[in-house]
């Protein structure tokens, strides 16, 4: 069974800088995508960004230029860098795996709160 678990969330202004990490337990397998997705009050859960396992990055528009996905496979970690924060960037943010081989089987955190205010 895999476990995803979140940190790196809280309060921030705007224009500040937050970065989120997700480390994932148990077998993932080689071949997978990691990611971040967030779900606003009242909104559909959204695509932030995702990596492959060989580095193919995916980004919303609304992340692209402000927010940078990485990940260390060893770790099977992935981080989320998001600067030049907005305050429709608030957010639960959630961390996905997608298995693919065995699979394809998705796995999810249990979201960290990610808030921009002043």
């Known amino acids: 069974q895999v476990q995803l678990v979140e940190s790196g969330g809280g309060l921030v202004q705007p224009g500040g800088s937050l970065r989120l990490s997700c480390v994932a337990s148990g077998s993932i397998g080689p071949l997978n995508i990691m990611g971040w997705y967030r779900q606003a009050p009242g909104k559909q859960r959204e695509l932030v960004a995702t990596m492959t396992s060989v580095g193919i990055t995916d980004y919303a528009g609304s992340a692209k230029g402000r927010f940078t996905i990485s990940r260390d496979n060893a770790k099977n970690t992935v981080y989320l860098q998001m600067n030049s924060l907005r305050p429709n960037d608030t957010a639960v943010y959630f961390c996905?795996?997608?298995?693919?081989?065995?699979?394809?089987?998705?796995?999810w955190g249990q979201g960290t709160q990610v808030t921009v205010s002043s």
């Open positions: 996905n795996t997608k298995r693919l081989f065995p699979g394809p089987i998705d796995y």
